[in-house]
């Protein structure tokens, strides 16, 4: 008697294929492309619908990103910061297109001619520029006297002109940073937000270790108390050279102090400035600083 194996073939009730008393749903190649085209066609016909209601819409607002708030225009231009620019329109000495503008938040076209003070200015993109500054040169923007100057370092960095941020004397070398950036070079300048730096000192002798705690309580000056932040040796096999770190923009802070204890400064370089440092940058040489240091100056 012959038995039907399980992987045989059949036929069930209504007529369906059959394997192993499963029913088989078999669908000819021609079918399956009929139902692919179909549905295609169907989700065609969605996008036609969509594209069409899109056309016959409302139109979405557009935001013109080239305006810029006049504070802002004349920030960028280098002319002052924000909140003194503020002052300035509200004073009546900015005009746009000849209309004089008094209005806080006042949107500037780049068409539009933007004049202060009878002058007209033009708005600049902002350039950060790091030094790391010789000796022998002055921070100013030009001497009379026809000595060199930091501004001469710097002239081929960016054709935007850049102002120092503080100063370092004549002697000192090390970091002095260069922008047109109005409100970040205020910020760094400011009383209530001193940047801080880090000088490396050589003196004419050993240093106390007691001058160097009254450095840290604060030391009085002809122009009042300094405290500094740290002082300690950097080498304790030699006195004569210490590292100093202070928030203070006094004129020759530094010099001043020591001299007041009966040192004389013999070499000054300022190592750090506001977290940045001279790493990869020789003496008399600049670079650009990364948006990610901007941005950290910034939210210092």
Same mark, same amino acid.
């Given at each position: $008697?012959?038995?039907?194996? !399980?992987?045989?073939?059949?036929?069930?009730?209504?007529?369906?294929?059959? *394997?192993? =008393?499963?029913?088989? @749903?078999?669908?000819?190649?021609?079918?399956?492309?009929?139902?692919? !085209?179909?549905?295609?066609?169907? #989700?065609?016909?969605?996008?036609?619908?969509?594209?069409?209601?899109?056309?016959?819409?409302?139109?979405?607002?557009?935001?013109?990103?080239?305006?810029?708030?006049?504070?802002?225009?004349?920030?960028?231009? =280098?002319?002052? !910061?924000?909140?003194?620019?503020?002052?300035?329109?509200?004073?009546?000495?900015?005009?746009?297109?000849?209309?004089?503008?008094?209005?806080?938040?006042?949107?500037?076209?780049?068409?539009?001619?933007?004049?202060?003070?009878?002058?007209?200015?033009? #708005? %600049?993109?902002?350039?950060?520029?790091?030094? &790391?500054?010789?000796?022998?040169?002055?921070?100013?923007?030009?001497?009379? %006297?026809? /000595?060199?100057?930091? $501004?001469?370092?710097?002239?081929?960095?960016?054709?935007?002109?850049?102002?120092?941020?503080?100063?370092?004397?004549?002697?000192?070398?090390?970091?002095?940073?260069?922008?047109?950036?109005?409100?970040? #070079?205020?910020?760094?300048?400011?009383? %209530?937000?001193?940047?801080?730096?880090?000088?490396?000192?050589?003196?004419?002798?050993?240093?106390?270790?007691?001058?160097?705690?009254?450095? $840290?309580?604060?030391?009085?000056?002809?122009?009042?108390?300094?405290?500094?932040? &740290?002082?300690?040796?950097? @080498? @304790?096999? @030699?006195?004569?050279?210490?590292?100093?770190?202070?928030?203070? =923009? *006094?004129?020759?802070?530094? /010099?001043?102090?020591?001299?007041? $204890?009966?040192?004389?400064?013999? /070499?000054?370089?300022?190592?750090?400035?506001?977290?940045?440092?001279?790493?990869?940058?020789?003496?008399?040489?600049?670079?650009?600083?990364?948006?990610?240091?901007?941005?950290?100056?910034?939210?210092?």
């Amino acid at each position: $008697m012959n038995t039907r194996k !399980s992987g045989t073939r059949g036929l069930d009730a209504k007529g369906k294929t059959t *394997k192993g =008393g499963k029913t088989l @749903n078999r669908t000819s190649r021609k079918g399956n492309k009929i139902e692919k !085209s179909e549905s295609e066609k169907r #989700a065609k016909a969605r996008f036609i619908d969509y594209k069409d209601k899109l056309k016959k819409g409302d139109p979405l607002p557009s935001f013109n990103t080239d305006e810029v708030r006049l504070n802002k225009y004349l920030s960028n231009a =280098g002319v002052c !910061s924000r909140r003194d620019a503020d002052v300035l329109i509200k004073t009546g000495v900015v005009s746009v297109n000849g209309n004089v503008i008094t209005e806080m938040g006042y949107k500037v076209k780049p068409t539009d001619t933007v004049k202060y003070d009878g002058g007209s200015i033009i #708005a %600049q993109k902002k350039r950060y520029v790091l030094l &790391n500054k010789p000796k022998g040169f002055i921070t100013t923007m030009d001497d009379p %006297q026809g /000595r060199k100057t930091v $501004m001469s370092l710097v002239k081929k960095a960016c054709k935007e002109r850049v102002y120092p941020v503080g100063r370092l004397d004549r002697e000192t070398t090390g970091l002095l940073l260069f922008t047109n950036d109005g409100d970040l #070079a205020k910020k760094l300048t400011h009383p %209530q937000h001193k940047a801080s730096k880090i000088y490396h000192v050589t003196l004419n002798k050993k240093v106390a270790k007691e001058d160097l705690e009254t450095l $840290m309580r604060g030391i009085k000056l002809e122009d009042g108390t300094t405290k500094y932040d &740290n002082a300690e040796y950097v @080498n @304790n096999e @030699n006195a004569k050279e210490v590292g100093v770190e202070l928030h203070s =923009g *006094k004129n020759r802070i530094v /010099r001043r102090s020591f001299e007041s $204890m009966g040192y004389k400064v013999m /070499r000054l370089d300022r190592v750090t400035f506001s977290g940045l440092t001279k790493k990869d940058i020789p003496r008399g040489m600049y670079r650009k600083l990364s948006e990610k240091e901007v941005a950290f100056l910034k939210m210092t």
